[in-house]
Every structure is written in structure tokens, then in C-alpha cells.
């Protein structure tokens, strides 16, 4: 029995996200809540036969207790795309009906900028007394997806694109987006210049912007979105159920392995709170954080340039929540 609760769930990311959900026959309960449109979505998503009992709620009538009451995973697309300040508001205010009705949930943080809003969230369940780094997630499967295209792209053979494993660290914005091409399963072809390496980066970490401009500025990926997240939810949900040995990156508080934690602050060089890493996933969340591994010297500097801005984006989510204590 899973309970999956969708928080956003009539937005552009959050419909398709639910869809996906909807679709996993080990998710035996589906609550959608979201300031609109929660009760048509769950309507047409009921009518699929597939486990899941949907329902729809809205604010009125303590909708996101009712939501949240029995919830094994918390998925928050909620927010509007390039909008931190309205961002952050909302996510406290979510995570804070988290805290307060589902604990013990696995929270998974889509809502951007995500090297703040994951702050955030911590800090919101450190108030009220309930923090587990061990179980808060910032979702960064879609650097991790798009790495795996990009590759695949350029080996010629889009076929190759779903085995094309890219490790992606650091963070989920711009610079803070590392990927590890040189631990790529499928090498770049033999040869691959530097200077191909360095526009193949660029556009990992700038992908968003593809997408904004494609969609002349009306919105951010959401498809993509929605496919990565639910990525990297049945990853969690396959944990909760008792599959081991499930590794995936994502953005988390590097408190939630204290050991493997210090060890990739040694290798990043820095004291960072927070760094999406490769995390090994169990039952109760976390199980360890692993080490980067080999990188080559060009990703060394890529980390060093990510540090000071993760720094900067982690700062603004904590004192985000110092500051609305006042
Ligand atoms: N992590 C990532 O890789 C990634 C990728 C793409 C987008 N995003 C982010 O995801 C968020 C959502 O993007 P979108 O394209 O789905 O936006 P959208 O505007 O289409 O949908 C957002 C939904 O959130 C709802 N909402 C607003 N305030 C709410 C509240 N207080 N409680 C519940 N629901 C609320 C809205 O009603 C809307 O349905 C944005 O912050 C965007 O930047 C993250
Ligand atoms: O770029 C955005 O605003 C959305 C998202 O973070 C993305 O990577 O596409």
C-alpha cells in the first residue's frame, strides 16, 4: 500500500506527473491537491484502471491536511516556473502542512530555484521538530535525463538514449549542474574535442532555457518534467517497497549519511550543507551518500565554479525561513 500525494497537481507539470503516477500499479492511492482544478483532474485520471484511488482537493475545508493525512511520498511541482520570491512562499507553506500532517513522509522537491527550496523545506521541519535529512529530496532526475539525450544525440543512436547512464551533480540551476560525462556508460566517441565537451556541458546546464525559449517564454519543461519526476519517484516508491541497492543523484542534506557526507565535502573541497550526489535509496530514505569518483580535471573545475553559487542559493532558502520567523 503506497499513498502518493501530488502537491501542484493541476499544473503543467503536475497533470502529466499525476498521470504517470496514476499509471504505477504500486501506488494504491493518489490525492491531488492544488489551489484550482484538483477535482476535474482526479475525475478523468479515476476513470484509468489501474489501483489507484483518486482524489481531488482544494484549499477549502482543510484540503491539504486531508491530502496529506496517511501520505507515503510527497511530490511538490507547486510554484510558477522563474519565480523564486512567489516560489519560496508557497513551498514553506506546503512544508509546513507536511510537517505538521505527514512527518514521516518522503518529500520530493520539484518547486524551483531547487538549491533553495530544499533549504527550505529543512528548515520548516527543524521548526516544528521533525527534521530527517535521511527523507527530503530535491529532484535533479531531469539533468540526469537530459544528459542520457544529449549523449545519445550525439553517439548518433537516439535508441541508446534510455541505457545511457550520465551522473549529474552539484545542483539544479545553470553553473551549479555538473555533469560527469567522463563516467558516461556510453563514452563520447573517441577523439571528442574540448571545446564539443565544453558546448555538450553548457547545454545540460542551460537546458531549461531550450525549453523556456522554445515555449517563446509561456513556461518552463514540464513533459520532461513530469517524465524525470516520476523517474525518480518510482525509484522511492521501489525503495519504500524494499528493493535495495537503488542509487539515483539528487539534491539532498549531506547530514543524511553523516560519513559519506564528510567524505564528498573532502572531495568537492567545501562545507557545503546541502549537494546533489549519487544517493543510495532504502525504506527509510537515504541509506548513503557515494563518492563522486574519478573526474577528470575539467569536471574538478566545474565543481569549483558550482560551490560559491550552491552557497549562495542554499544561504537564501535558510534565511528565507530565519526570516519569516520575525
Ligand atoms: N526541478 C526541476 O527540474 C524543474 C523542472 C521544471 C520546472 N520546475 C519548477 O516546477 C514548478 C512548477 O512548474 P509548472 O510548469 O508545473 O508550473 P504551472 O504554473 O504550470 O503549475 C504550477 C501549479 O502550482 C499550483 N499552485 C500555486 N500555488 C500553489 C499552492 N500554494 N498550493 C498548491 N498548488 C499551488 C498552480 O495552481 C499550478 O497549478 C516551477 O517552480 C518550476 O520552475 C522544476
Ligand atoms: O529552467 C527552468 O526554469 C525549469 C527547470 O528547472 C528546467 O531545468 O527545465
Redesign the pocket.
Known sequence: MVKAVV????????QPLSLLLKANPNVTELSL?????TPGVAADLSHIATPAKVVGYLPPDDGLKKALTGADIVVI???????PGI?AG?VR??ATGIATTAPKAFVLV???P?NSTVPIVAEVFKQHGVFNPKKIF??????VVRASTFVAEILGDLGKAPSVVVPVVGG?SGVTIVPLLSQSSHPLPSGFAQDALEQLTNRIQFG?DEVVKAKDGA????LS?AY?GVEFANKIIRAVKGEKGLVAPTFVNLAADAAGGEALKKEIGSDLEYFSAPVELGAEGVVAIKSLGKISEYETKLIKAAVPELQTNIEKGVSFIGASKL
Open positions: 502537491l501542484g497537481a493541476a499544473g503543467g507539470i503536475g491537491y492544488d489551489i484550482v482544478n511541482p507547486a510554484g510558477v516556473p522563474r519565480k516560489n508557497i507553506d506546503l520539484i518547486s524551483n531547487v530535491g529532484v535533479t532526475t531531469l539533468d539544479h531549461g513556461g518552463s519543461a514540464t518534467m524525470a
